[in-house]
C-alpha cells in the first residue's frame, strides 16, 4: 500500500512577527485532495498559542501543494483552530473578508545571510562590498550572489503550482525578490506563505538564513519591503481617475492603521530614503517610489484601469493582515 508524506505547515503564535512551524504526517492511499487531509494537532505551549494545562490546538487543512523535493509528499497548508473549532487569535487568515473582488500580486523581497559571518552573502568577513547600484537585477558572479538558492526556489515554487510569476536581484548585495499573484486575495496569501516556505527549507541545506527584517544592514544601504499591489473590478473597468484619488485618499485617513500591521521594525525602512516614504507621512503618486502608494505608470496609460501599488508593507509584514486591512480600506469607499 503506496504511503504518502503530508507537511502540514501553519503559523505559531509569536509576536511582533509569527513564524512558520510544520511536521509530517504520514498516511496510506492519499488521494491528493484536499478534503481528504484530517484535521491534525500540536502542542500550542510550544508555539506561544497555548497554555500547558491546556495546550491541544487544532489544524484545519485549507489549501494543497504537490512537495517536488519530497517524493510522494504535499505541502497542507492549515489555519490554526481553538478546541472550540473557532478561529484562533494567531489565525490571521481567517480575517479577510473573503466577500471581495480583490486580485493581489506580492512583491517580496529578502536577504540571504551566511549564517558564518552573520552578514549578507557576498559580504566580507570585514568591511562592506562596494555601494549599492551595480546589484539590482544585475548579473555575474561579483555582484548577483546567491542565483543557485534563488533558482532552486524557482523551480520549486513553478513545480508546485504556485503562481510566481518572477525573480531579480535587489538593490542590496545578497538581497533578491520573487512576486506572487492570484486573482483571489486569500489564495495569493496562502501562495506567498508556501514559497516563504519553500524558501527557508531550501537554505537549510546552504547554512543560510532567510531574513525578512526591513533593514537588515544598517546605512546607506536599501531595505526590504513587500509592496501588495492589489485591484478591484472597479479598478479594473471604471477609468476614472477621481476613484483612484478616493481610495489613496481613504489610506491617507486610516495611515497609522495600516502601519500597525505593516511589519515589526519598519520605522527602520520607511525613512524617506532608499526608495521610500517617511513612515509619519503619507504620500501618492503616479510612478512614484517615494511615495506610499505608487499609482504604475500602466494604469495610466490604459486610461486609468490597472491596479495600485502599497509600498509600505515591510518584508516581514503577514500578507493575510495586509490584504485584510487593505480591502477593508477599499470596501470603505467603494
Known amino acids: 500500500m503506496k504511503k504518502t508524506k503530508l507537511e502540514y505547515v501553519w503559523l505559531d503564535g509569536y509576536k511582533p512577527t509569527q513564524s512558520l512551524r510544520s511536521k509530517t504526517k504520514v498516511v ?26 491546556n495546550s491541544d490546538c487544532i489544524l484545519k487543512p485549507v489549501a494543497i501543494y504537490p512537495d517536488p523535493a519530497r517524493a510522494n509528499a504535499f505541502i497542507v497548508l492549515n489555519e490554526v483552530l481553538n478546541s472550540d473549532d473557532t478561529a484562533h487569535v494567531s489565525n490571521t487568515r481567517a480575517t479577510i473578508d473573503k466577500k471581495n473582488d480583490f486580485w493581489f500580486g506580492f512583491e517580496q523581497e529578502y536577504t540571504l545571510i551566511d549564517l558564518d559571518t552573520n552578514k549578507p552573502i557576498g559580504f566580507p568577513e570585514d568591511g562592506f562590498p562596494a555601494p549599492q547600484g551595480p546589484y539590482y537585477c544585475s548579473v555575474g558572479a561579483a555582484n548577483a550572489v546567491g542565483r543557485q538558492i534563488v533558482e532552486e526556489h524557482l523551480d520549486m515554487c513553478i513545480e508546485a503550482g504556485l503562481n510566481i510569476e518572477g525573480i531579480n536581484s535587489e538593490v542590496m548585495m545578497g538581497q533578491w525578490e520573487y512576486q506572487i499573484f492570484s486573482k483571489n486575495a486569500t489564495e495569493a496569501c496562502d501562495q506567498l506563505w508556501v514559497a516563504r516556505y519553500f524558501l527557508e527549507r531550501i537554505c537549510e541545506q546552504y547554512n543560510v538564513k532567510v531574513d525578512l527584517s526591513p533593514k537588515p544592514v544598517a546605512g546607506d544601504w536599501n531595505g526590504a519591503g513587500m509592496h501588495a499591489n492589489f485591484s478591484t473590478k472597479v479598478l479594473r473597468k471604471s477609468g476614472d481617475k477621481k476613484i483612484f484619488d478616493k481610495i489613496c485618499e481613504a489610506f491617507k485617513e486610516t495611515h497609522l492603521e495600516h502601519i500597525k500591521v505593516y511589519g515589526a521594525g519598519n520605522e527602520l525602512r520607511l525613512t ?3 526608495e521610500t516614504q517617511n513612515i509619519n507621512s503619507f504620500s501618492y503618486g503616479v510612478s512614484d517610489r517615494g511615495a506610499s502608494i505608487r499609482i504604475p505608470l500602466a494604469t495610466v496609460k490604459n486610461d486609468w484601469k490597472g491596479r495600485i501599488e502599497d509600498r509600505r508593507p515591510a518584508a516581514n509584514a503577514n500578507p493575510y493582515e495586509v490584504a485584510a486591512i487593505i480591502i477593508k480600506t477599499v470596501k470603505s469607499v467603494l
Not at 496510506?28 to 500547558?52: H, N, P, V, Y
Open 272 to 274: 524617506g530614503k532608499h
Open 28 to 53: 496510506k492511499s492519499f488521494s491528493g485532495k484536499l478534503e481528504d487531509c484530517e484535521i491534525w494537532g500540536f502542542d500550542g505551549s510550544s508555539t506561544q498559542q497555548a497554555t500547558g494545562n
